[in-house]
């Protein structure tokens, strides 16, 4: 019995937990939005007026910075800092770990002997200097050189994070090494945003307009996430070191019900999200949207849109917080992209649009969509930018977690396409036939019952197996994997848009003003006559799909290992080093980090379901063995004929497990020559078809070893008892 003293423990502590005491109902969420963030009504409240107009100017245009205000905002922000309680203050910067990081100092200084004064000065605020060598560089540094910055992010405001014991303040920063070389992923960000803006003005320029606002894209990144009980988790080393099993066979009851979906929240979940929510809201995040997801304990938060570089600092807070308040109900998020096998994988949906102040949204269609040149030249861009980098935009997703889902019925493939919609594929195809003259109306669905209103139709259907996906007045990058920061993802679409800005814009400018109509025509026919094979309407999970795409000559690169290189193709390189967002050494550094991690992450795999097989499923299905053992001898003694079969099969599949696991030891330590590419080739070739065949046998195991032997939490538990 004792093999499953932790599981029994961990169904005690689930069944018998006490919901919180705690009501938040006192307080209005509206009046705590944004109270832990030095946002612009601190900066108007706090800063004298000429100083808090020029910060708020680099904030709403790009302006830049005035370096002399460094002081007096510093010196506002130490002392709103310490009216919340902070004793410390943190640069938080995001290495290319996809993680945050950062090093907090005290605002304590020593004054004398026996006393100490706060200090935080406007140089303090405005560069710090962590140690660079332990974050992966992709050889761009070694481990002996580790001097690097951080640097303010005016554009992302300071705020505050609470803990039980006390308050810091952190401050949005880009990392950059002592050379100079990006370390990081909101440099490259805030680089592709400035390219965006210029070619997105040029286009406006072209129709006229002036006075234009800067544009800029926006985002909202939907986050899909698994809570289990912690002590559930906390008996799988699996999931406590890979953040995903690598055993388990399939409950007898899975999603097949199709129940799950925008279900009733359970109580303990629905108050972990409402505690969420209230931490999110402090810190000026604006999450909209909470539901069940598709598989038993998985769900969903999703903001609305905001500004891209301030999106993916808010994304990484996300993350961090549903981690964190989920402690406090006993439960553990899990954000890994397929923590539970046979179930819906996780995904961080992109939502991204571009737009300012002064048109609005540039993706908006309006009500004829085919008259809307400005609008069509966008989209056009988008167009061409994605089928030119498909394989970039595969790249920026590829992990070793995000393979175990695209393409699994639950996710997008690996083939990157657009879905348009009906109505704009309709408006393209006229545009490749000679010009586009009408659009598809919507019109209106009349339910039939005379106490509801007929609802207004959408011109088309949406799309979810679409890669990318235009929903309205945005598209929808639906790759990213839920454990992946978007930051990355949203550089490379501003680098692309903005190149096929530029070209579209170029081609433009060359004509008189009269004939201005004419050359957009032409420009929109070529795009999608070299560019519409990227155009896909139908069911991208489907085998027709996935032959006609490579007769369309799509790319499909079904793993990490086929889609890194795509870093360095001559077309990535050419538009990240033209408008100056990274070098060549840059995004080779970034192609070399992809095959390490994914390695890595391989590697970790392989070790733990060596020492789980070897050390905690093998001597449970031995013990089983014993027991049947020795029941068929006692039978067998009294006379009776003794079943076996059971005994046989646990027998064999033991036998298989053992060797299993010695192929996995094999192909594990074989030495690879010709480096990172073609270890990371041979852990995908060889390491992880081993890793199934040990699993296998495994989950078979599972299915026959008396329950009371069984030392591992099961699906069937941690997917349903909650």
Known sequence: MSASISRLQAIKAVTEYKPSDTDFRSVFSADLYGSNVFGPAEIKKRLPKDIAKSVLKTIETGAKLDPTVADVVATAIKNWALEKGATHYAHVFYPLTGLPAAKHDSFLSPEGVGSAI???????????????????????????????????????????????????????????????????????????????????????????????????????????????????YYARPDLLNAGRTLFGAPSPKGQE??????????ERVLAFMQDSERELFKLGIPVKTRHNEVAPAQYEVAPVYETSNLAADHQQLVMSTLRGVATKYGLTALLAEKPFAGVNGSGKHLNVSLGNSTQ??????????????????????????????????????????????????????????????EQLADVFEQIRKGGAKTSKSGGTINIGVDTLPPLPKDAGDRNRTSPFAFTGNKFEFRAVGSNQPVGPGIAVLNVIIAESLDYIATELEKVAPEKL?????????????????????????????????????????????????????????????????????????????GFEQYVKTVNVE??????????????????????????????????????????????TLSKELLASVSKLECVHAQE???????????????????????????????????????????????????
């Open 118 to 232: 706060t200090e935080f000065s406007g140089k303090t605020l405005i560069q710090g200097e962590p140690d660079a060598s332990s974050f992966p560089s992709g050889g761009i540094r070694s481990t002996a050189e580790a001097r690097g910055y951080t640097v303010w992010d005016v554009t992302s405001p300071a705020y505050i994070r609470e803990s039980p014991n006390g308050t810091t303040l952190y401050i949005p920063t880009a990392f950059i090494s002592w050379t100079g070389d990006i370390l990081d992923n909101k440099t490259p960000l805030l680089r592709a945003a400035q390219a965006l803006n210029i070619q997105a003005q040029r286009i406006l320029a072209l129709f006229g307009h002036e006075k234009v606002a800067p544009v800029a894209s926006t985002a909202g990144a939907e986050q899909e996430y698994f809570l289990i009980d912690r002590n559930f």
């Open 257 to 266: 019900f199709e129940d799950q979906y925008f279900g009733i929240i359970p």
């Open 360 to 421: 609005g949204n540039l993706l908006e269609p309006g009500e004829t969509p085919h008259a809307n040149a400005q609008f069509l030249l966008f989209v056009g861009a988008v167009i061409r930018a994605v089928d030119i980098h498909a394989a970039l935009l595969r790249a920026v997703v590829a992990s070793a977690g995000n393979d175990h889902r695209l393409g699994a019925n639950e996710a997008p493939p690996a083939i990157i396409s657009i879905f348009l919609g």
């Open 517 to 593: 109509n004419e050359a957009i025509q032409n420009v929109l026919q070529k795009i999608v006559n070299e560019h519409g094979k990227v155009i896909f309407n139908g069911n991208g999970y489907s085998e027709e799909w996935h032959a006609e795409a490579a007769q369309r000559g799509l790319p499909n690169l079904k793993t990490t290992v086929d889609a890194l290189p795509a870093y360095t193709y001559p077309t990535t390189i050419a538009a990240f080093e033209k408008f100056g967002v990274l070098t060549k050494r840059e995004l080779e550094a970034r192609e070399e980090i």
């Open 606 to 651: 392989a070790n733990l379901v060596v020492e789980i097989a070897k050390t905690t499923i093998y001597p449970a299905a031995v013990r089983y063995q014993s027991e049947l053992a020795d029941s068929a001898a006692k039978t067998k003694a009294a006379g009776v004929e003794a079943d076996t079969t059971v005994l046989a099969q646990v027998a």
């Open 672 to 722: 690879v020559a010709g480096g990172l590419k073609a270890e990371a080739a041979h852990y995908r070739d060889a390491v992880i078809p081993a890793l199934a065949e040990v699993r296998a046998a495994a989950d078979a195991l599972e299915a026959v070893v008396a329950d009371d032997l069984w030392p591992l939490p099961t699906y069937q538990e941690m997917l349903f008892i909650k």
